[in-house]
């Protein structure tokens, strides 16, 4: 297997980002007791060995969404939680043959067979709602369907960070058979948004991997203005699936007003009956 070069940056003295070469990032959040990764990105290197060099404290993983760029290194480590809901999807984006067809196309990383992990593990169910305790701080998962049935959003309260990755950002995706439709995506935020008091920072998986707050008061707005036909409705196309940008964007996919927030999202997700 060929060398992957990970990088590390200290987000705070008890966070920090892992980057593996690819368009995502993981995060390993350090207690006084333990530890929690959160994601293991599309699979290939060896991402144990480089958290052990991390942290000395025992460790367990804890999925975001069974999409391929999130969970498709699960088969290296044992006790690894997600979301039952996420069970399915993650039984799909993990195969071999996606893993390689989206790293090319999303990355231009192109892998052989053997170069990735295999992904099968046996998952503990991640629970809406459940709090893990690292010894001096926590992470409590919350459940925002919309990009996924099952995805989740940690929060470390002590921190006051919120691990967003791809359940609201800069262009949600909502077109995807295992999305929801936007009329439960917004639901979904607006869950999320009551969570505001113990959180004061946004980061993400993708691009900048970061946000301000603004970002889900934008994508609540943009739920919004695609019910009621009043969004930009811009066409495009991702991964071969026809959709739409909530909000107009320049060349390099940021919205033009400034705003940060943004959604795709093709026409069959756009009510629950719909998409359902």
């Given at each position: 297997?060929?060398?992957?070069?990970?990088?590390?940056?200290?987000?705070?003295?008890r966070v920090?980002?892992?980057r593996?070469?690819s368009?995502v990032?993981?995060?390993l959040?350090?207690g006084?007791k333990?530890a929690a990764?959160?994601?293991?990105?599309?699979?290939?290197?060896?991402l144990?060995?480089?958290?052990?060099?991390?942290t000395?404290?025992?460790?367990?993983v804890y999925i975001?969404h069974?999409h391929?760029?999130?969970?498709?290194?699960?088969?290296?480590?044992?006790n690894?939680h997600?979301?039952h809901?996420?069970?399915?999807?993650f039984?799909e984006h993990?195969?071999i043959?996606?893993?390689k067809?989206?790293?090319?196309?999303?990355?231009?990383?192109e892998?052989?067979d053997?170069?990735?992990?295999p992904?099968?593990?046996?998952?503990?169910?991640?629970?809406?709602?459940?709090?893990v305790?690292?010894?001096?701080?926590?992470l409590?998962f919350?459940e925002?369907p919309?990009?996924?049935h099952?995805?989740?959003?940690?929060?470390?309260?002590?921190?006051?960070i919120?691990?967003?990755?791809?359940?609201?950002?800069?262009?949600v995706l909502?077109?995807?058979?295992?999305?929801?439709s936007a009329?439960?995506?917004l639901?979904?935020?607006?869950?999320l948004?009551?969570?505001?008091?113990?959180?004061?920072?946004v980061?993400?998986?993708h691009?900048?991997?970061?946000?301000?707050?603004n970002?889900?008061?934008d994508?609540?707005?943009n739920?919004?203005?695609?019910?009621?036909?009043t969004?930009?409705?811009?066409?495009t196309?991702?991964?071969?699936?026809?959709?739409y940008w909530a909000?107009?964007v320049d060349?390099?996919?940021?919205?033009?007003?400034?705003?940060?927030?943004n959604?795709k999202y093709?026409l069959?997700?756009?009510?629950?009956?719909?998409?359902?």
């Amino acid at each position: 297997m060929r060398g992957v070069e990970y990088t590390s940056e200290k987000i705070t003295d008890r966070v920090i980002r892992i980057r593996d070469g690819s368009d995502v990032c993981e995060y390993l959040v350090i207690g006084s007791k333990s530890a929690a990764l959160i994601d293991t990105g599309y699979g290939f290197g060896d991402l144990k060995s480089y958290v052990e060099s991390l942290t000395d404290k025992p460790y367990e993983v804890y999925i975001t969404h069974g999409h391929v760029d999130h969970a498709s290194g699960a088969g290296q480590f044992i006790n690894v939680h997600m979301n039952h809901k996420d069970y399915e999807v993650f039984a799909e984006h993990t195969a071999i043959e996606f893993r390689k067809e989206v790293l090319r196309t999303q990355t231009g990383l192109e892998l052989s067979d053997d170069e990735f992990i295999p992904a099968e593990t046996e998952f503990i169910n991640l629970i809406d709602g459940e709090i893990v305790d690292l010894g001096d701080i926590t992470l409590q998962f919350v459940e925002v369907p919309g990009h996924t049935h099952g995805i989740m959003v940690p929060i470390c309260p002590e921190e006051k960070i919120a691990f967003f990755g791809d359940a609201c950002g800069i262009g949600v995706l909502l077109l995807l058979k295992e999305s929801l439709s936007a009329e439960e995506y917004l639901e979904s935020l607006k869950k999320l948004q009551s969570y505001e008091p113990i959180y004061n920072r946004v980061l993400r998986q993708h691009g900048t991997c970061c946000s301000t707050m603004n970002v889900l008061e934008d994508n609540i707005q943009n739920c919004e203005n695609i019910l009621n036909a009043t969004d930009a409705h811009i066409p495009t196309e991702v991964l071969g699936h026809m959709c739409y940008w909530a909000c107009e964007v320049d060349e390099h996919g940021k919205r033009k007003d400034g705003r940060e927030g943004n959604i795709k999202y093709s026409l069959d997700h756009i009510r629950q009956k719909e998409s359902n």
